[in-house]
């Protein structure tokens, strides 16, 4: 990554209260036409980000839309520097080109695995089985992974079709059990 200094817009210290928790101590605005970010709404969301988590396992910085942000540290603050990506729009859609080439590879594994009898559904099939299971849900709970299996999905499309579901407000969480969550109407 190559760092330009006029990158920077703005910088802010996001300070920790023990008792209220994470807020903006201060900000300072360091170039102008810069992109609005309501800092004292973001204070608590940029301080989780970069302080959460396990050790070492932290981000150093976040891509948004209009900028990105590094933050650094300093005992139980964080300082944060606000940037304006250069030149990142021809990055981002070339990873999306690889990422779009990773996910096809990967499913056409999944669909050349032996162990797959049945045919996974294909995407018109899914209107179908989002209006059969709010048929199975009127009648009764069922988990995530009974319904996986009922209609022979992978993990990652029955949570699409679960969360466009929940959503559009058709289904909700019943309950949770362990990792296992519940469905009903």
């Known amino acids: 990554m190559k760092f330009v200094e006029n990158e920077i817009f703005s910088a802010a210290l996001v300070g920790f209260d023990m008792i209220n928790g994470p807020f903006l101590k201060w900000k300072a605005s360091i170039s102008k036409g810069t992109p609005k970010i309501n ?12 302080r959460g988590g396990n050790d070492g396992k932290k981000p150093r910085a976040i891509l948004y839309d209009d900028f990105y942000i590094v933050a650094f540290p300093r005992g ?17 859609k070339e990873l999306n080109k690889i990422a779009d080439k990773i996910i096809i590879k990967m499913e056409s594994q999944d669909e050349d695995d ?17 209006r059969l299971i709010n048929v199975l849900l009127k009648e009764m709970e069922m988990a995530t992974p009974d319904l996986r299996k009922y209609f022979n999905l992978s993990n990652s499309q029955i949570w699409k079709i679960m969360n466009d579901l929940e959503s559009a407000e058709q289904i909700k969480r019943t309950g949770k059990v362990g990792r296992t969550i519940y469905w009903g109407v």
């Open 114 to 130: 032996p162990t797959d009898i049945e045919e996974k559904p294909k995407y018109g099939d899914i209107d179908e089985i989002k």
């Open 39 to 50: 800092l004292e709404d973001f204070a608590t969301n940029f301080y989780l980000a970069f």
């Open 76 to 92: 139980l603050e964080l300082c944060c520097l606000f940037m304006r990506p250069q030149g990142i729009e021809r990055n981002i």
